[in-house]
């Protein structure tokens, strides 16, 4: 309930132009209405309408002599007056007359309190009478002995009154009826924003290849244009920095492998037993350096291979061969065995650098995570145009909840006491995407971690 609230405040687009939109239709309708009131009562057409006054003329002229009649004749004029269009449903704007004889007045409507008289014949003047002003127009008869005026409320409460309902009625009616046809307008409108929105939520962190949507909208290009910029900007840095590590680790590994080379030559040399302690520590120490300066230039590299890299049809069966018997001295060393099950026709596309260092890292993992003397198993099966190779082993597995993480580049399960980079898995990772492949985790049947890796076939 909050979050919608939240939701609702929030400054939107989609809203600030529906507001814009009815805001201005608002605007335009007023000053229809403001013109509308100002025509009104500038150019008043009843009082300009001569016949009426004609008709009065004659009237009282006619009947001068029976002023019984000529009052009835008057009253009946003025109602027809009255009754004539739109004045009669609203009381405040009426067309009122008097009617003067001989400077007597004869008659007046009804509803005048005082009498109303312009100046000047023939010419429509405003008129004060106590609170109310009044727009009248008097006309005479030649001989001058009759004298007609009609009169109109001229105040802004009257003219307010009488053109809201007619003139600001249809815009209130028509308001909320417009709002969804606006609204549908303005999400319409949007469309295109939200596709170029969708396309980079659906990117992954690192999919820095331009947008594919290119909108052939003049507003959205701009945007486009700047993340298009943007994200070559964000690819050009991420390959300098993988270049920097790249030529970092390169120029690390040879005063490593020197470094190597003169620790065993002092072992071997050296009598003294504490000294040689002290050597084996550093040669430990150079050799986990020289394997994290390994993994690291192995990531950069497979960071580095676009997908124009060289593909051949790799059979699994003689790969996983050559990894396994890569890494017997490792398993022998710690009585693990190594049972491969591989159909001997099953071939996916790749390069072969890149899947051995791939195998060898799962391979390695399940023999440094086993327990001395147990069991890794490596099995190769195809399935539905996909090869699917798993590696289980016997070890303490992994909690399923780290199951995401174990991809991630230095991530290494807390509590670990085997050493190693924690850029494996990441490497491992990065080749199986560059293969259109994918990498899942699970628990295997003997307590420890498989790993399943699945890879199109070749075709
Ligand atoms: N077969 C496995 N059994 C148990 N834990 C594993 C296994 N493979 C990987 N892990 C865990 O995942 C972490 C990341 O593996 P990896 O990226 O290969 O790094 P490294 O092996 O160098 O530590 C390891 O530190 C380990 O904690
Ligand atoms: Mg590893």
Same mark, same amino acid.
């Given at each position: 309930?909050?979050?919608?609230?939240?939701r609702l405040w929030q400054p939107s687009l989609a809203r600030r132009m529906l507001l814009a939109q009815l805001g201005l239709l608002s605007l335009l309708w007023l000053?229809?209405?403001?013109?509308?009131?100002?025509?009104?009562?500038?150019?008043?057409?009843?009082?300009?309408?001569?016949?009426?006054?004609?008709?009065?003329?004659?009237?009282?002229?006619?009947?001068?002599?029976?002023?019984?009649?000529?009052?009835?004749?008057?009253?009946?004029?003025?109602?027809?007056?009255?009754?004539?269009?739109?004045?009669?449903?609203?009381?405040?704007?009426?067309?009122?007359?008097?009617?003067?004889?001989?400077?007597?007045?004869?008659?007046?409507?009804?509803?005048?309190?005082?009498?109303?008289?312009?100046?000047?014949?023939?010419?429509?003047?405003?008129?004060?009478?106590?609170?109310?002003?009044?727009?009248?127009?008097?006309?005479?008869?030649?001989?001058?002995?009759?004298?007609?005026?009609?009169?109109?409320?001229?105040?802004?409460?009257?003219?307010?009154?009488?053109?809201?309902?007619?003139?600001?009625?249809?815009?209130?009616?028509?308001?909320?009826?417009?709002?969804?046809?606006?609204?549908?307008? =303005? /999400?319409?409108?949007? +469309?295109?924003? &939200?596709?170029?929105? @969708?396309?980079? *939520?659906?990117?992954?962190?690192?999919? #820095? $290849?331009?947008?594919?949507?290119?909108?052939?909208?003049?507003?959205?290009?701009?945007?486009?244009?700047?993340?298009?910029?943007?994200?070559?900007? =964000? /690819?050009?840095?991420? +390959?300098?920095? &993988?270049?920097?590590? @790249?030529?970092? *680790?390169?120029?690390?590994?040879?005063? #490593? $492998?020197?470094?190597?080379?003169?620790?065993?030559a002092a072992i071997q040399r050296t009598p003294d037993t504490h000294l040689r302690a002290l050597l084996d520590g550093s040669l430990l120490g150079v050799q986990r350096?020289?394997?994290?300066?390994?993994?690291?230039?192995?990531?950069?590299?497979?960071?580095? $291979?676009?997908?124009?890299?060289?593909?051949?049809?790799?059979?699994?069966?003689?790969?996983?061969?050559?990894?396994?018997?890569?890494?017997?001295?490792?398993?022998?060393?710690?009585?693990?065995?190594?049972?491969?099950?591989?159909?001997?026709?099953?071939?996916?596309?790749?390069?072969?650098?890149?899947?051995?260092?791939?195998?060898?890292?799962?391979?390695?993992?399940?023999?440094?995570?086993?327990?001395?003397?147990?069991?890794?198993?490596?099995?190769?099966?195809?399935?539905?145009?996909?090869?699917?190779?798993?590696?289980?082993?016997?070890?303490?597995?992994?909690?399923?909840?780290?199951?995401?993480?174990?991809?991630?580049?230095?991530?290494?399960?807390?509590?670990?006491?085997?050493?190693?980079?924690?850029?494996?898995?990441?490497?491992?990772?990065?080749?199986?995407?560059?293969?259109?492949?994918?990498?899942?985790?699970?628990?295997?049947?003997?307590?420890?971690?498989?790993?399943?890796?699945?890879?199109?076939?070749?075709?």
């Amino acid at each position: 309930m909050k979050t919608r609230w939240r939701r609702l405040w929030q400054p939107s687009l989609a809203r600030r132009m529906l507001l814009a939109q009815l805001g201005l239709l608002s605007l335009l309708w007023l000053a229809l209405c403001g013109y509308a009131i100002y025509d009104t009562v500038h150019q008043n057409e009843d009082l300009g309408f001569d016949q009426r006054y004609e008709l009065a003329l004659a009237a009282a002229r006619n009947l001068s002599g029976d002023p019984v009649r000529q009052r009835d004749m008057l009253q009946h004029i003025d109602r027809i007056n009255r009754g004539d269009g739109v004045q009669e449903s609203n009381p405040s704007w009426q067309l009122l007359m008097e009617v003067w004889q001989d400077g007597r007045m004869v008659y007046a409507s009804p509803e005048l309190e005082q009498p109303i008289r312009s100046t000047q014949l023939g010419v429509t003047q405003q008129v004060q009478t106590g609170q109310r002003k009044w727009l009248a127009r008097t006309l005479a008869s030649p001989d001058g002995r009759f004298v007609v005026t009609l009169a109109q409320p001229s105040d802004l409460a009257s003219i307010y009154l009488t053109h809201s309902g007619f003139l600001l009625m249809p815009l209130l009616v028509c308001l909320p009826f417009m709002l969804l046809p606006a609204w549908i307008s =303005v /999400r319409l409108a949007l +469309r295109p924003w &939200r596709r170029v929105s @969708a396309e980079i *939520a659906e990117r992954g962190p690192h999919d #820095l $290849a331009p947008l594919d949507y290119l909108p052939p909208h003049r507003e959205l290009h701009p945007l486009v244009d700047n993340i298009n910029r943007l994200l070559g900007r =964000v /690819r050009e840095s991420a +390959r300098r920095e &993988r270049n920097f590590i @790249a030529d970092a *680790a390169h120029e690390i590994r040879t005063p #490593l $492998a020197a470094m190597q080379v003169n620790i065993e030559a002092a072992i071997q040399r050296t009598p003294d037993t504490h000294l040689r302690a002290l050597l084996d520590g550093s040669l430990l120490g150079v050799q986990r350096a020289s394997h994290l300066v390994h993994q690291l230039l192995a990531l950069m590299r497979s960071e580095a $291979a676009g997908a124009g890299r060289q593909q051949n049809p790799l059979p699994l069966h003689t790969l996983l061969q050559e990894c396994c018997a890569m890494l017997a001295p490792l398993a022998c060393q710690r009585g693990v065995e190594l049972e491969l099950q591989a159909d001997g026709d099953v071939k996916i596309s790749g390069d072969t650098e890149g899947m051995l260092s791939l195998f060898e890292n799962l391979i390695n993992n399940a023999i440094k995570y086993s327990p001395d003397g147990g069991l890794v198993r490596i099995a190769v099966q195809s399935d539905g145009g996909q090869a699917v190779i798993t590696v289980s082993d016997e070890g303490p597995g992994v909690a399923p909840e780290l199951y995401e993480r174990l991809c991630e580049r230095f991530f290494r399960v807390p509590g670990q006491r085997q050493g190693g980079s924690g850029l494996g898995l990441a490497i491992a990772a990065v080749t199986v995407a560059r293969h259109d492949g994918l990498l899942r985790f699970g628990p295997a049947n003997g307590g420890g971690l498989q790993v399943t890796t699945t890879l199109p076939l070749a075709a």
